[in-house]
């Protein structure tokens, strides 16, 4: 999987784990991942890194099944206030990283005839979100591409879902938002949208993304999971 060092990742890494699968968590900062799983240092913009961690985690472990793209990034910004450079770094990893992860992993699912694949999207690609324009037009390429990739790969036995969190407490969160009574009223105006009214946990996106990659979901692709309290109802 990518991006397993951060919030979201090491949970997904430990509800993986206890489902008793064998995990590689690829990241650009491989010391922080969670000891359930192998850490391999990945970079998502850069091809040659994607094809060394691939290539590293089939060496150690064997052939890949299941492929979660998590890794991803983003900064409250107006896009009145954004240039090309800060464009190109979030389209660079929340959407071609992910493109460029499946093209190393998905072939080898195609030929063995298996394989689940689940990206972490945003409930931001669903409905739009204040702040992200740029990360949330990234987000929704990714929901269609996995839509899109779902019914070419379909008759070979590999799915592709999304799984899209709302407002979720992970340090990505805590660093957008920063601190003091600004960041506090944020928080709470987070917690006041979403019905359920608190934030989600990383724990609740990993519950989501393990359903999807067991066999219980092997009738299920093209679909996009909000995991968001009742945020987006769709």
Request: include cysteine; hydrophobic fraction near 45%; proline fraction near 3%.
């Amino acid at each position: 999987m990518t991006g397993g060092a951060g919030g979201i990742g090491r949970a997904i890494v430990r509800a993986l784990a206890a489902d008793g699968r064998r995990v590689v968590s690829g990241d650009i900062v491989e010391e922080a991942a969670d000891e359930a799983a192998l850490a391999v240092h990945l970079d998502v913009r850069d091809s040659g890194s994607v094809d060394a961690a691939v290539t590293w985690a089939e060496r150690e472990l064997g052939p890949i099944e299941i492929l979660i793209n998590t890794a991803g990034w983003d900064e409250f910004r107006s896009f009145l206030e954004t240039d090309e450079e800060f464009w190109d770094r979030i389209i660079e990893l929340n959407y071609k990283g992910c493109l460029r992860v499946c093209r190393r992993v998905v072939p080898g699912m195609v030929e063995r005839e298996y394989g689940r694949v689940v990206n972490i999207s945003s409930d931001a690609a669903r409905v739009g979100s204040s702040l992200e324009a740029v990360y949330a037009g990234a987000k929704a390429g990714q929901v269609a591409f996995g839509k899109t990739l779902a019914r070419e790969v379909a008759r070979r036995g590999v799915t592709v879902n999304s799984v899209c969190p709302g407002p979720t407490e992970t340090p990505l969160l805590e660093g957008m938002l920063g601190a003091g009574e600004a960041s506090a009223k944020m928080v709470d105006a987070l917690r006041r949208a979403v019905p359920m009214r608190r934030l989600g946990q990383p724990e609740d996106v990993a519950a989501a993304v393990a359903f999807l990659a067991s066999e219980q979901a092997g009738f299920i692709t093209g679909q996009t999971l909000s995991v968001s309290g009742g945020l987006t109802m769709a």
